[in-house]
């Protein structure tokens, strides 16, 4: 009956157990003796699981170099594992936390170093780490920490802390010396105010109103409404 147990075995305790059960097909490894599972090996040069129903697709793949993918039927051979979200998911891979305080974490490991980007499961905090040493987070409400863990104000949106030492910088590099270096403050007009350094001539500009307003050239003079100076004779 669909209920009864096909074994296939080589006289011993452990084998397979072929059953049916609840509408649900089961093939078992077990050691039948004392029910505990035991390791199965599937050997083939690839290997396809065929979900769905009436039509069958793609659920596991792996090839013969151990690539695997999901949802695919071939893996590039410069990937170990790829996965194709269909067009009516939301995401192609989800990560839980154990719910018991502990972080769900994506770990990369160079040989040298441990990489991981996680979620906080007390504060819905994304965090990346360096060796279990927090780098960078985007906490639950977009505010960015670059070495810092904690903000003072919903208002701030970015914080930048030295991890050690009593000195933090933050540098905005042009490309070459004839570009320009700048920080804008915006409104519907992106850049309606900005401080900016002009690399050619190396001089500091002031900008409000989206217009410059004042500069310090290289010489240290302060021109106010004016880009060069103005000589008079008299």
Not at 217 to 227: A, F, P, W
Request: glycine share 10%; proline share 3%; charged share 20%.
């Amino acid at each position: 009956s669909p209920a009864t147990k096909f074994v296939v075995s080589n006289g011993g305790a452990e084998g397979l157990e072929f059953a049916y059960a609840s509408s649900v097909n089961e093939i078992n490894s077990i050691n039948r003796s004392n029910s505990a599972r035991v390791p199965l090996e599937i050997v083939g040069q690839t290997f396809k699981v065929l979900t769905g129903n009436p039509s069958l697709n793609t659920g596991l793949f792996q090839d013969s170099s151990g690539n695997v993918g999901i949802n695919v039927t071939s893996v590039n051979s410069t990937r170990k594992l790829e996965i194709k979200q269909p067009a009516s998911y939301a995401a192609a891979l989800r990560i839980f936390a154990d719910g018991n305080g502990n972080d769900g974490v994506i770990q990369w490991f160079s040989g040298l170093s441990q990489y991981e980007i996680g979620i906080t499961q007390g504060t819905d905090a994304l965090k990346f780490n360096r060796d279990s040493s927090e780098l960078m987070r985007i906490d639950s409400l977009g505010r960015v920490g670059i070495g810092a863990t904690s903000f003072n104000d919903t208002r701030e949106r970015l914080r930048i802390q030295s991890p050690s030492g009593s000195d933090t910088f933050v540098t905005i590099k042009a490309p070459s010396n004839s570009g320009e270096s700048a920080l804008f403050f915006g409104d519907s007009d992106f850049n309606r105010g900005a401080v900016s350094y002009e690399h050619s001539g190396d001089n500091m500009l002031f900008r409000t109103n989206d217009a410059e307003k004042m500069r310090i050239d290289s010489s240290g003079r302060l021109l106010i409404g004016n880009t060069s100076t103005i000589t008079t004779n008299g």
